[in-house]
């Protein structure tokens, strides 16, 4: 099955700075790759996905890009906030089923 | 937030003992995903239900079972209740293969 490891486990940065967290995957099937950010607490939120076809995605100060050949993505906050402190989470699936998460990043953005 | 709501919050259970956990999709959405997650780990994939049929399953035991009923909402069984299956359980609601979204979760404790 897939196996999906993420890198750091936690991030510290100051406020402005550029954040990035990488994950790899394993499965040469899987084509769905979303990112969640959860809050303590809370449920984890979608902030950004990609798909097998496209090999970068943008979304304001987010970003996810894809390299297939390698079965790793990243994603980059840029212009970081306080309240982008969180736990981020990144996961693979094939369509969208069985989908696998990586142990996760706690990222910090200090003020 | 999203349109998943999950009861209840929060169960206190004793070895051994059998729990049913339930979750509401969000309006439109077939498809129904359930996950546990430990502290501190990413959530980990136990079953999905589609149009009422279990769809993929995660290394869980048997004794995590499922149902969907024809409004979609959905769920989870899980017997003879073991301490380690103390998490929170998360059912992510999705239409097909599109992006699921998370309900609250529902914290089980298992003395």
Same mark, same amino acid.
């Given at each position: 099955?897939?196996?999906?490891?993420?890198?750091?486990?936690?991030?510290?940065?100051?406020?402005?700075?550029?954040?990035?967290?990488?994950?790899?995957?394993?499965?040469?099937?899987?084509?769905?790759?979303?990112?969640?950010?959860?809050?303590?607490?809370?449920?984890?939120?979608?902030?950004?996905?990609?798909?097998?076809?496209?090999?970068?995605?943008?979304?304001?100060?987010?970003?996810?890009?894809? !390299?297939? %050949?390698?079965?790793?993505?990243?994603?980059?906050? %840029?212009?970081?906030?306080?309240?982008?402190?969180?736990?981020?989470?990144?996961?693979?699936?094939?369509?969208? !089923?069985?989908?696998?998460?990586?142990?996760?990043?706690?990222? %910090?953005?200090?003020? | 937030?999203?349109?998943?709501?999950?009861?209840?919050?929060?169960?206190?259970?004793?070895?051994?003992?059998?729990?049913? +956990?339930?979750?509401?999709?969000?309006?439109?959405?077939?498809?129904?995903?359930?996950?546990?997650?430990?502290?501190?780990?990413?959530?980990?994939?136990?079953?999905?239900?589609?149009?009422?049929?279990?769809?993929?399953?995660?290394?869980?035991?048997?004794?995590?079972?499922?149902?969907?009923?024809?409004?979609?909402?959905?769920? +989870?069984?899980?017997?003879?209740?073991?301490? /380690? /299956?103390?998490?929170?359980?998360?059912?992510?609601?999705?239409?097909?293969? /599109?992006?699921?979204?998370?309900?609250?979760?529902?914290?089980?404790?298992?003395?």
């Amino acid at each position: 099955g897939e196996n999906v490891e993420q890198h750091p486990s936690t991030l510290s940065v100051q406020e402005g700075d550029s954040a990035v967290i990488k994950c790899t995957y394993s499965d040469s099937a899987s084509n769905y790759f979303p990112w969640y950010k959860q809050e303590l607490g809370k449920r984890p939120q979608l902030i950004i996905d990609i798909r097998s076809n496209v090999g970068e995605k943008k979304d304001q100060r987010i970003a996810v890009t894809l !390299n297939k %050949t390698a079965k790793h993505f990243s994603l980059h906050i %840029t212009e970081t906030q306080p309240e982008d402190s969180a736990v981020y989470f990144c996961a693979a699936s094939d369509n969208n !089923n069985d989908m696998r998460f990586g142990a996760g990043t706690r990222l %910090t953005v200090k003020p | 937030e999203t349109g998943v709501t999950q009861s209840p919050t929060h169960l206190i259970k004793t070895r051994g003992q059998q729990v049913t +956990l339930r979750c509401s999709s969000q309006s439109g959405h077939n498809t129904v995903s359930w996950y546990q997650q430990a502290l501190g780990q990413g959530p980990q994939f136990i079953f999905q239900y589609y149009r009422e049929e279990e769809n993929g399953r995660g290394n869980f035991p048997p004794r995590f079972s499922g149902l969907q009923f024809p409004n979609y909402s959905s769920e +989870l069984n899980v017997n003879a209740l073991e301490l /380690d /299956d103390s998490a929170l359980y998360l059912c992510a609601s999705s239409f097909g293969t /599109d992006t699921q979204y998370f309900g609250p979760g529902t914290r089980l404790t298992v003395l």
